[in-house]
């Protein structure tokens, strides 16, 4: 059964509800560079089922998201209220052969541009927190909320990396 947008925005925006999204992003890549320390490319690439994204594929499709989360930043901050495309993350793990990708490259990729967008967000007026752009399938996102649902969106996949991670007993 898939969720409605509105079920996933729920979904996502409760994995972080009650702390400071910020710091939540600000730990993430350690977080998982931790997680896949030692692991082997072969075993990062293993998908826990056949419709289920692999560690190597939701490493690959959180940097991705990072450099479109920072796009739309600075397409709302550059132009507030501007439309925001949606993106379907599944074509884009087909399109960018996510499962090619190497992890710790990945890694690097995601730690790159969320520093950049962590620096970004920390230079803000609290009037441009405000600043909204109009998501295609979600309508109107201010960047304080586009904050927290990409904190959510870390915790929901960093949960997933460590079950697949974790040894079933």
């Known amino acids: 059964m898939s969720e409605t947008v509105q079920q996933y925005t729920q979904r996502i925006m409760a994995n972080a509800e009650g702390q400071d999204p910020i710091k939540v992003q600000s730990t993430t890549n350690k977080k998982i560079a931790r997680l ?31 450099i479109a989360i920072g796009w739309r930043l600075r397409f709302i901050l550059g132009a507030p209220g501007t439309p925001v495309q949606a993106y379907d993350q599944n074509a884009w793990v087909i399109a960018g052969h996510y499962e090619k990708r190497d992890p710790r490259k990945s890694i690097e990729l995601h730690r790159v ?57």
């Open 36 to 66: 896949i320390k030692g692991v082997p490319n072969a075993k990062l690439r293993e998908r826990p089922a056949p419709e289920k994204w692999s560690v190597a594929e939701i490493v690959a499709h959180l940097a991705d998201v990072e």
């Open 113 to 169: 541009v969320r520093e950049a967008n962590l620096a970004l967000l920390k230079s803000l007026s609290p009037d441009q927190w405000k600043h909204y752009g109009q998501h295609a399938e979600r309508g109107q996102e201010s960047i304080e909320h586009m904050v927290r649902m990409v904190a959510g969106h870390d915790l929901n996949h960093l949960g997933q990396i460590e079950r697949i991670l974790t040894p079933r007993k």
